[in-house]
Each structure stands twice: as structure tokens, then as C-alpha cells.
């Protein structure tokens, strides 16, 4: 079982920056990709981001192309989704997720489905 832990999250004005993180307990997890997924109050979980195992591909939902970035440490068992110019709509409950395997292009990790582990999320609001 590989334990995945958010941190981050917190209260802020539109236009501002957060940056969140998803550490890892096994040095395993270096093998997975990870993605973040967010879930506003009322509506279903929703993909933002993914990043393949090596960090070398990455994809994004449009919403957030642009201003959301996914990168990881290697060395510290850490991804992290850098989000800037954050508006209202990017209010939710931020969960990293990580998947041994997500098809043959990257982008199939927007699917729920494919990943094998969640973290139990960070809030994230943004207010106008």
C-alpha cells in the first residue's frame, strides 16, 4: 500500500498562487504516475493534472492549461501542482492519486479508474 498525503491548501483571493504537494511513504512511488484530481461542493471529481513516473510527460485539463504546473522530487517522494491565477472556479477538495499504469498516452491518466492510490485531499478556496 503506498500512503499518499496532500498538503497546501488554504484560503485565498482570486488571482493568487498556491502550491500543493503530495508526499509519498515508499520510495516506490518513484515507479507511478501521479495525478491530481478536485472535487467542488455539489459536483463530481474532476481531473486537473497528471505527470508520468519519469516527469518527463505531463498533461492537463484545459481550465487549467496555462496556469497549473505538475512537477516532482525525485528525491524527497514528492509531486507538487504549482496553481497560479487561481479564480472561484478552482475551489474544492485537491487529491493526488497514484497509478502503476495509465495507458498508452498520458492523458489516460484523467481517468479515475486507472489509479491505485488516493490521498484523502486538501482544501483549496478561493474567494472573489
Known amino acids: 500500500q503506498v500512503h499518499l498525503v496532500e498538503s497546501g491548501g488554504g484560503l485565498v483571493q482570486a488571482g493568487a498562487s498556491l502550491r500543493l504537494s503530495c508526499a509519498a511513504s515508499?520510495?516506490?512511488?518513484?515507479?507511478?504516475?501521479v495525478g491530481w484530481f478536485r472535487q467542488a461542493p455539489g459536483k463530481e471529481r474532476e481531473f486537473v493534472a497528471v505527470i508520468s513516473w519519469d516527469g518527463v510527460t505531463t498533461y492537463y485539463t484545459d481550465s487549467v492549461k496555462g496556469r497549473f504546473g505538475i512537477s516532482r522530487d525525485t528525491a524527497k517522494n514528492t509531486v507538487t501542482l504549482q496553481m497560479n491565477s487561481l479564480n472561484p472556479a478552482d475551489t474544492g477538495v485537491y487529491f493526488c492519486?497514484?497509478?502503476?499504469?495509465?495507458?498508452?498516452?498520458?492523458?489516460?491518466?484523467?481517468?479515475?479508474?486507472?489509479?491505485?492510490?488516493w490521498g484523502q485531499g486538501t482544501q483549496v478556496t478561493v474567494s472573489s
Open positions: 515508499d520510495s516506490g512511488f518513484i515507479m507511478y504516475n
Open positions: 492519486a497514484a497509478a502503476r499504469f495509465v495507458g498508452q498516452q498520458i492523458s489516460g491518466g484523467s481517468l479515475p479508474a486507472v489509479y491505485d492510490y
